[in-house]
Nanobody, 123 residues
Framework: QVQLVESGGGLVQAGGSLRLSCAAS????????MGWFRQAPGREREFVAS???????YYLDSVKDRFTISRDNAKNTVYLQMNSLKPEDTADYYC?????????????????WGQGTRVTVSS
């Protein structure tokens, strides 16, 4: 059974940093693209970042210079390093796996999802 388990969320002051992790199990994802999405209260789930099997990265414009997505295929884990956090980054963050090698910003393109981890940024 495929599982994605996020961790690393929490409460942080504006300007602070957090590192989210997503551990995958049940199959190898080394040849799959991985993504991070987020959903704030009352809003649609939105794309944050993706990384292809080869390491090509794409970002939401508003996080491009602050967040970094990375992966460790040996550990079947993907990370999201978030720096210079802002109150508008407050959301539940979800890890997702796509059964194709290329990244995508469309949530419909992802087959597996984690349960989410909450990030709260105070002003």
């Amino acid at each position: 059974q495929v599982q994605l388990v996020e961790s690393g969320g929490g409460l942080v002051q504006a300007g602070g940093s957090l590192r989210l992790s997503c551990a995958a199990s049940g199959r190898t994802f080394s040849n799959c693209a991985m993504g991070w999405f987020r959903q704030a209260p009352g809003r649609e789930r939105e794309f944050v970042a993706s990384i292809s099997w080869s390491g090509r990265r794409y970002y939401l414009d508003s996080v491009k210079d602050r967040f970094t997505i990375s992966r460790d295929n040996a550990k079947n884990t993907v990370y999201l390093q978030m720096n210079s956090l802002k109150p508008e980054d407050t959301a539940d963050y979800y890890c997702a796996a796509r059964l194709r090698p290329g990244g995508s910003g469309r949530k419909e393109d992802y087959a597996y999802w984690g349960q989410g981890t909450r990030v709260t940024v105070s002003s």
